[in-house]
Every structure is written in structure tokens, then in C-alpha cells.
């Protein structure tokens, strides 16, 4: 008696429990293909025994797909007041990047604010009227026409969303326009309405593309669900133009920060998705469930713990995503990030369709180079530069310093930080694009004060930093102004780099001595360098005379090029007309002016061709101290859109020839 009350008590509980399952999915919002998928393998568990491991993974898949966030959606705050101030608080700089965002989201404004049009087609002046009264109290900017051949005429004048047309109709009907708005304007959908509706007729109409086909006389009801669920399919909102912004830049130039600036002023959810070192497509994608302890993808773990189906989704770091055997994770990001086929994504966990078109992406990265290509073809890149030393200063005293002392217990007497001091730090203890390193030096310098408060047991007064202290909190300086201090001298110039944290000046040493012309290079110098070395001295061994050089044997001498911190690989295209300065100097005994920096790849004609950063080493010679700068005149585009405040730092000097820029770098 008692195992069959038992067996009584575990069927009921069996039963309640697949009946709370089923009604699970039924409250869950899904779309109706995945719910009927849901449900038959719900009704697929009611005949499976709780016991066996198969039933439980149906259970834990169900119980997932229901848990999702099936069409709920935070709003989006459609106001660009708001979200210049928001970018403005969290950043000081970026004018360029915040532009270009604020152009995106007031992009993104307009086609959310956007009234969808709709053109009611029906001879009948009732149902004119009816209609348009409907759907304007539903939001929509409806136009009503009476005729076939005014519809016609006005199609090729302006764009409709959905056209409503009477199927039966004088000289023109209903299917006729049906036809000439596929053929000419295959976005809009076409709903037919009918008072002689047929079977033949419904079937011709939806074989032609109608999205639905009406009987009259019309509910309003299924008038106002059907247009909501043809719009549906065609949302102005997210069309398949939808740009995905990707921030490129040295590390600590507030990328991430960024992201998260745009989410808070779009007023959705934010999630970061760190990329690097992912080497498996399944932390994309999912595993499947036959897999033990299979989970779904980041993308979908992410989106059902923010319960939202529409946030921002900042995937960080994908120029370092790893390639093994178990699959490609760049090429699984291909599908998320097609507005294309992101519609329909399919996890391998869920085994359904889930639509991520409404999930904003945002990709960041150091270096552009090392995306794939196909992955980068679906970006629009927004570089970063990095930030000026007025910009540090004010990012310091407005977000650094205030943080660093509530992290340091110094709320009740905070410290004092003088310009002079901040500066000191800046320019002595830091050199870096970003602002990472300057916030541990403010950080460190916070600590020890908090540390000297507790030792002498006085936390009552308040402490002034001055330029003099910063030594006492950090030190003795790390960084020093080479060029400000250092001598000009005969075969040593002054360049200008890129790397993937920032601007850098490197000098180059040239000197000869008795050999068999030989050209030795150093400095851990990659393929590029050591060709632009080549080429800058068969340029001026072919230009002896209109480079005024003595006469030089050079078959009696050896040549040797060197480019000090020789244990950091060095290469790149920028360096050519560098080297060709220091060689001038060299053969001609004139002395190479160090405030004078270079940057441009040289042919062997003497042409200055054109080279990238620009930016960064204008930054990079303004912190190092020097004064002048030698680009390419075909650089001159990307020297003219920089913030003049950067400009007004030093001297710019563009050139198309070597033979220009000689006397502007040698004494």
C-alpha cells in the first residue's frame, strides 16, 4: 500500500511538473515557431521517465528557453542633449570620436522617432475613412486614394512602409499594384483587403508576395495586429544598413568606458564580452546539448543574465581572438554580426532561432591589423589617438584624483594636488597615450599619504601636494626630455614611430669607417627598416652632386646604421627619410638638429611618400620636447583635422622632396 502511494505521489509531482514547465513556455514570450518547438518537447518529456538522463537535459534546455528575455526590451532615450552630456562627463578630449558617435546615435534618433507611413488603396470612401482613423490613433502617418492610377503615381513620388489595397477595383486592381510595388519596391509589404474573398484568390495574392490577405468586412483588431506584425519585419529602426562601430587605439584611451558612455546614454543595458585568447567557436555559438555540461555561447549567457533582448554588447578586445582545431571564433562572429543573418541566429544549445538585430555591437581593439579581414569589412573603425597633456591634467583633477581619494580613505581630509605637481607626474613618471599608468602614479602617491596619516596618527589635516613632494611619493623621475637636453650631433637624427601604444621617437645613429662598403645594420630592425635604409643610401650615393656631399669612396667604407634599444623589435616604413637625414649628415660633417623629428618613407628618386599616425607622433613630439616636425605634404589632409590645441605645440613642416628638408635638419 505504501510503494503505490508512492508511486501515486511521484506521478502527480511528475504531472505538476510538466504542467508548470508547459506553462513556463507559454508565459515566456517566445515567437510562435520556437514555443510550438517548445512545447512538442515538452509533451516529448511527459512519455520520457524523470529518471533518465535525457529528461533531464530536455528539462534544463526547456527551462533555459523559457528563462530567455523573449521580446522584452528596455526603451531607447532618444535625446542628443542628453547623450552629448553623458560623453562629455565621462570624457575630457576625443572631439573627433565623440562627433563621430554623437552622429551615430542622432542617426539611430531619427529612424526610432520615425512615423511609419502606410497607403490605404479602396474605392470605397467608408473604409477610407475607417482605416485611416484606426492607424493614425495607433501612431501611423496615413494616406488615403481612391483610384489604382493615383496610387501608382504617388508610389513613384514617395516611399510607403505597408500599402492596404481593395482587391477589386476599376481599371486598376488591387493584385496589378500588388505586382508593380514587388517588382519596383520590394521592401514595402502589401496587405490585400476584399469583399469577395476566395480561396484561389488568397492563395494567388500570397503566392505574388501579399503579407496578408483580408476578408471584409474589417475587425480593427486584426487590422492594427497585422500592420504592428508587417512592420515587424521591416523595422525602420534596425534596417540592414546598421553600422558597428569598432574603437581602435593604445591601450587606456578609454575605449571600454566609451561603450559603456553610449549605453548610458541610449538608456540600455551594457555588457562587456572579453575576447582575448578565445579559441574555441563554442564560446560563441554554444555546445550542443548531447555534449556533457553543454552551455550556450557568451552572446546568449550574457543577453539572458541582463534580461534584456536589446542591450549594448561591447566586444572587447577582438583583435586578440585565437584560431585552434576546435573552430574559428572570428569566423562564428561573422553570423552575429550580419544584420543579415543576426535575424535568425542560432545557438547550438537553444537549437532555435533567437534574433539579436536589436542588440547593439561595439568592437574594440589595439591594433586593426590583426582582425580578419572578413570580420573588419563589417566595422567602421574610429581610431583613438590618445590623449593631450592639457587633457590628461583636466581627466586627472575631474575623475583620476577624486577616485584615488575615496579608494585611499582620504574623504574626510583630502589631499591638494597643485598643477605644478600633477604636471610633474605627467611629464616625469608617465609616457603613455592612454591614462591607465597616470591613474597608478595618482593612486600610489594617495596610498602613501594614507599610510603616513596612520603612522603619525593625524588624519585631521589636509596635505599639499607640491612639485617637490612627488620624488618623496614616487621616487626619482623615470622619463626625461632626450631631445630638450641632449646635444646636436654630426650622423644622429631624430624620428618619429608608431606602435600599438602610441606615438615614440627613436633616433638614428649613422656612422663609416675604413671597410669594403659594406652596409651593416642594428638594432633589431624588421624587413621594412632595413629596406628603407638601403634605399635612403643608393639615394645618396646616385645624388652626390645635388646633395653637395665631398667626394666619398664609398667602396673603401663601411656604413653602419644603428637604432638604439636594440632589444625592441623595430619596423615600419616611417623611418626612411630619418635615415637619410642621419647619412647626409654624416657625409656632409653637418650637425643633425635633435628638436627636429622626421617621419616619411623615401624612394630612391628622393620622393617623401606618405605614412600613417599621424597623430600619435604629433603627440609623442610634443611630450619628448621638440619643436619642429617633418611630415609628408601628402600627409597634410591628416594634419589639418587635428584639434588645433594639439597643433599650436609645435612646428610643422611638410615636403615632398629630400632635398627640401635638408636644410631644415642640418646646421
Request: aromatic share 6%.
Amino acid at each position: 500500500m505504501k510503494s503505490l502511494f508512492k508511486k501515486n505521489t511521484a506521478i502527480d509531482q511528475e504531472y505538476h511538473e510538466i504542467k508548470a514547465l508547459k506553462q513556463s513556455v507559454l508565459n515566456a514570450g517566445m515567437t510562435e515557431p520556437t514555443r510550438d518547438i517548445a512545447l512538442k518537447e515538452v509533451d516529448r518529456l511527459s512519455k520520457i521517465s524523470p529518471s533518465s538522463t535525457e529528461y533531464t537535459i530536455g528539462l534544463n534546455h526547456i527551462e533555459y528557453l523559457a528563462s530567455l528575455p523573449w521580446g522584452i526590451r528596455t526603451d531607447d532615450k532618444l535625446d542628443i542633449e542628453w547623450a552629448q552630456k553623458v560623453l562629455d562627463t565621462e570624457h575630457a578630449g576625443l572631439h573627433e570620436v565623440k562627433e563621430r558617435i554623437l552622429e551615430f546615435l542622432a542617426v539611430r534618433i531619427l529612424k526610432l522617432s520615425g512615423r511609419h507611413s502606410i497607403l490605404v488603396i479602396d474605392d470605397e470612401e467608408t473604409t477610407c475613412k475607417n482605416l485611416k482613423y484606426t492607424l493614425n490613433k495607433e501612431g501611423y502617418q496615413v494616406e488615403t486614394l481612391s483610384s489604382g492610377e493615383e496610387a501608382l503615381s504617388l508610389l513613384e513620388q514617395r516611399h510607403f512602409d505597408i500599402v492596404i489595397t481593395d482587391l477589386k477595383m476599376k481599371q486598376i486592381d488591387g493584385l496589378t499594384i500588388l505586382n508593380h510595388i514587388k517588382s519596383n519596391y520590394p521592401s514595402t509589404e502589401v496587405i490585400i483587403i476584399t469583399g469577395y474573398a476566395t480561396v484561389d484568390t488568397a492563395v494567388d495574392a500570397l503566392t505574388k508576395g501579399s503579407y496578408q490577405f483580408l476578408a471584409k468586412p474589417l475587425k480593427l483588431e486584426t487590422i492594427r495586429s497585422t500592420v504592428k506584425k508587417a512592420l515587424s519585419q521591416n523595422r525602420l529602426a534596425l534596417d540592414n544598413s546598421t553600422t558597428i562601430l569598432c574603437f581602435s587605439g593604445p591601450p587606456g584611451t578609454g575605449k571600454t568606458s566609451l561603450g559603456r558612455a553610449i549605453a548610458k546614454s541610449l538608456n540600455r543595458k551594457f555588457i562587456r564580452i572579453s575576447l582575448a585568447g578565445i579559441k574555441d567557436e563554442a564560446d560563441i555559438r554554444g555546445h550542443r546539448r548531447s555534449y556533457t555540461g553543454a552551455l550556450p555561447g557568451r552572446i546568449i549567457q550574457e543577453i539572458r543574465r541582463c534580461e534584456s533582448q536589446n542591450p549594448l554588447i561591447m566586444l572587447d578586445e577582438i583583435d586578440k581572438l585565437g584560431n585552434e582545431f576546435k573552430g574559428d571564433p572570428a569566423a562564428a562572429l561573422l553570423e552575429v554580426l550580419d544584420p543579415e543573418q543576426n535575424r535568425s541566429f542560432i545557438d547550438h544549445y537553444l537549437d532555435v532561432p533567437f534574433d539579436l538585430s536589436d542588440v547593439m555591437f561595439i568592437a574594440t581593439a589595439n591594433i586593426i591589423s590583426a582582425i580578419p579581414a572578413p570580420l573588419l569589412d563589417r566595422f567602421e573603425v574610429i581610431h583613438l589617438s590618445g590623449y593631450t597633456h592639457q587633457e590628461k591634467r583636466h581627466i586627472a583633477f575631474n575623475h583620476m584624483i577624486p577616485k584615488a581619494v575615496k579608494e585611499s580613505g582620504l574623504t574626510k581630509s583630502p589631499p591638494v594636488f597643485s598643477e605644478q605637481a600633477l604636471d610633474v607626474i605627467i611629464k616625469n613618471h608617465t609616457r603613455e597615450a592612454g591614462l591607465r599608468d597616470l591613474e597608478r602614479k595618482i593612486a600610489a602617491v594617495c596610498r602613501k599619504i594614507s599610510l603616513k596619516m596612520v603612522r603619525n596618527n593625524d588624519t585631521s589635516q589636509p596635505i599639499t601636494i607640491l612639485p617637490d613632494h612627488i620624488s618623496d611619493y614616487l621616487g626619482p623621475k623615470k622619463y626625461f626630455s632626450e631631445v630638450a637636453q641632449a646635444k646636436n650631433r654630426i650622423g644622429l637624427s631624430t624620428g618619429l614611430a608608431w606602435t600599438q601604444t602610441g606615438g615614440e621617437i627613436i633616433f638614428i645613429e649613422a656612422t663609416a669607417m675604413e671597410g669594403r662598403g659594406q652596409l651593416i645594420l642594428t638594432g633589431s630592425l624588421g624587413e621594412v627598416m632595413k629596406e628603407s635604409a638601403q634605399a635612403a643610401l643608393s639615394y645618396i650615393r646616385s645624388h652626390t652632386d645635388s646633395l653637395n656631399l665631398p667626394d666619398t669612396r664609398f667602396d673603401k667604407k663601411d656604413i653602419h646604421i644603428h637604432v638604439p634599444a636594440g632589444a625592441i623589435q623595430k619596423d615600419g616604413p616611417s623611418a626612411g627619410i630619418t635615415i637619410a637625414a642621419a647619412l647626409v649628415s654624416l657625409f656632409t660633417r653637418r650637425v643633425c638638429r635633435r628638436d627636429v623629428a622626421l617621419s616619411g618613407e623615401l624612394t630612391l628618386s628622393g620622393r617623401i611618400l606618405p605614412v600613417g599616425g599621424i597623430k600619435e607622433k604629433i603627440l609623442a613630439a610634443s611630450e619628448a620636447g621638440i619643436s619642429t616636425l617633418i611630415f609628408p605634404e601628402k600627409n597634410l589632409g591628416d594634419i589639418q583635422v587635428i584639434n588645433d590645441s594639439i597643433l599650436s605645440q609645435v612646428n610643422i613642416i611638410t615636403a615632398n622632396d629630400l632635398s627640401d628638408i635638408i636644410d631644415h635638419v642640418l646646421l
